[in-house]
């Protein structure tokens, strides 16, 4: 069996219950893959998007629906290392990529304020792009289920508000296309395991903010940081928090929210809007 046989068989095999049933799970639960759809898997190089193009390699294989894979993998401004060991992961793991250029590096080094927002907002735009030029109808992210944990938290900390990433979501600035992220009931946990289990080495972080602060981690230092470390100290006395946050967004009770809005723009609602006609 080659090497890229035998990992891909991992994932079915020995982390099937960690890795693939969460991954169809998530799927089925959120209706994520329908019939005739052209989806653009996105891979940064890290290991997060490099399972999600192997699962979504092996469903395409062998699912009952009907749908088409590309992967994409976007430069923006690499250093040469990098962008070869994306590019030797990529060989190594059989996926066949479509690989573009952009200036995203550049532009976010010159720019002022938060550097991963501007990066992340850029990022989107030109995976949207260049995915619908490939006839793609979706793209899809490799955000796992701490991200989402994470985002609750991060926005009620640092936001005020109760929100999360959701499991899909149709593109506001690119009409018919929509973004989803199958790996949404994915642990972080097991994907570290399995990328040491196979003796894989993707890239971390690979911008040039990153690169220009790597040996004062202190400057580094950031709110997702802050709120993974919380969880993690969380999880000491409540083993289950984790879980327990991820459920909170499946179960609000709206007869004990205080305020709400149905959409960003939209304005908030009191419960006092209605309070004198519920009895």
């Not at 969460?22 to 996105?42: M, N, P, S």
């Not at 009952?64 to 894979?69: R, S, Y």
């Amino acid at each position: 069996m080659e090497r890229h046989q035998e990992i891909e068989r991992s994932i079915i095999k020995k982390f099937r219950k960690t890795i693939w049933n969460q991954f169809i799970g998530g799927i089925k639960d959120y209706q994520l893959i329908q019939e005739g759809d052209r989806i653009a898997v996105c891979i940064s190089g890290g290991k997060d998007s490099m399972l999600l193009a192997k699962c979504m390699q092996h469903l395409q294989k062998y699912s009952e629906i009907p749908f088409e894979v590309h992967y994409l993998v976007m430069d923006p401004g690499y250093n040469p290392q990098n962008r070869q060991k994306i590019l030797d992961n990529a060989r190594l793991l059989h996926l066949p990529i479509h690989l573009f250029e952009s200036p995203i590096f550049e532009v976010v080094n010159q720019a002022d304020g938060s550097p991963c927002y501007l990066c992340a907002r850029m990022r989107r735009g030109y995976l949207y792009k260049y995915a619908r030029e490939l006839g793609c109808n979706k793209i899809a992210l490799g955000h796992h289920f701490d991200d989402v944990v994470e985002t609750i938290l991060m926005s009620m900390f640092y936001g005020a508000e109760y929100k999360t990433m959701m499991p899909k979501l149709h593109s506001t600035n690119f009409p018919g296309m929509e973004l989803i992220r199958p790996l949404y009931l994915v642990k972080e946990s097991h994907i570290i395991a399995w990328r040491q289990y196979n003796s894989l080495d993707f890239l971390q972080c690979a911008c040039r903010f990153t690169e220009a602060y790597e040996n004062d981690p202190a400057e580094m230092t950031s709110k997702r940081q802050e709120t993974k470390a919380l969880i993690r100290e969380l999880r000491r006395s409540t083993p289950n928090v984790d879980k327990n946050i991820f459920r909170s967004i499946h179960n609000v009770n709206l007869q004990t929210v205080i305020g709400y809005r149905l959409h960003d723009d939209d304005p908030v609602h009191s419960f006092l809007d209605t309070y004198e006609d519920t009895p």
